[in-house]
Structure formats: C-alpha cells, structure tokens
C-alpha cells in the first residue's frame, strides 16, 4: 500500500482540527487546576476519559451553588439585624388591623 504522505498530513490536521473543536465547546473555559493524589487516583478509576470534564463541572457547579446560598443567607442575615423585630402579638395586631382596612 502506498501512501501519499501530502495527503495523509493533511488527513491527521482534519482529525486533530475535528478534535479539538469536540473538546473546546462554545461557552467553555479551561481551567488548570491541582487534585490531591487520591482525589486524581479516583477520577481516573471511576469515571470514563470523556466524561471527567461533565463530572468535575457538575461537582463545581454545585459547591458554587452552595456557596452562592451562604453568601445569601449571611446577607438576610445581616439585614434582619437592621431591621425591627416585633413580638408575636404586635405581628397579630398588624394583621388584624390590615385585614379590618381591606373589608372596610
């Protein structure tokens, strides 16, 4: 079999042009990042070559979600501080007195 070695360069730059347009999806960042040894050890046992990405963005996706909700909750936190707090029966009262405004 002879191979014209032109066209087979260029058969190799389609593939690996084909490739690397698979893996950089519109809307996608790289990132460098630095695993524990065990962490890396279970990564690779675990999870397929193609799916490592998908697994380490939901893992991510879901500890900035969590962070998100601390950093909220620390501001309703802060605010309510600000804010007046009533009693129970001062709450009740404004109820009433809103609810005896609305079928007047």
């Given at each position: ?11 190799y ?15 996608m ?67 009433r ?8």
């Open positions: 079999m002879c191979l014209d070695w032109v066209s087979t360069l260029g058969y730059e389609a593939v690996e042009k084909i490739y690397a347009n698979a893996q950089e999806e519109p809307g960042g790289k990132v460098n990042v630095s695993l524990q040894d065990d962490v890396h050890e279970d990564l690779l046992k675990l999870i397929p070559a193609r799916k490592r990405s998908d697994v380490i963005n939901e893992a991510l996706r879901k500890e900035l979600l969590y962070r998100k909700r601390e950093l909220a909750a620390a501001r309703i936190k802060q605010l309510r501080k600000r804010s007046a707090t009533l009693t129970g029966r001062e709450i009740v009262e404004a109820v007195a809103d609810r005896s405004r609305s079928t007047s």
